[in-house]
């Protein structure tokens, strides 16, 4: 059983999270490591919407001439999915985007 002064102290020692982008720099909830890959899923998607939208295609007109169902590539839109790297190069290509493995620039070598 927790007393009323450990729960005080508890409480004190929780930080207040007002917005979405204090919880994503406070460390003791999301580590560098994963803040880096939330980022990157998140530039890539939008990345490959922006390109569907682009070409002027419907998630229907990409699922057919990609070969990943149009539900399949609707969850991956709106972040409901992440997809496996087979699924990106098949909803890529027809949008003339690959994927490429570069350099980190800049980066702490504690993030790597």
Do not use: C, W
């Amino acid at each position: 059983m927790i007393s009323l002064k450990g729960l005080v102290n508890r409480v004190e020692k929780t930080k207040v999270i007002d917005t979405y982008q204090d919880y994503m720099n406070d460390d003791t909830r999301v580590s560098p490591a994963e803040r880096e890959r939330i980022n990157f899923e998140v530039a890539l998607i939008g990345k490959m919407i922006e390109a569907r939208e682009e070409k002027g295609l419907t998630q229907r007109e990409l699922a057919e001439i990609s070969g990943i169902k149009q539900p399949a590539i609707a969850r991956i839109e709106s972040l409901k999915a992440t997809p496996q790297i087979d699924t990106l190069f098949k909803v890529l290509y027809p949008l003339g985007y690959t994927i490429e493995i570069v350099p980190v620039k800049n980066r702490h070598a504690d993030m790597v």
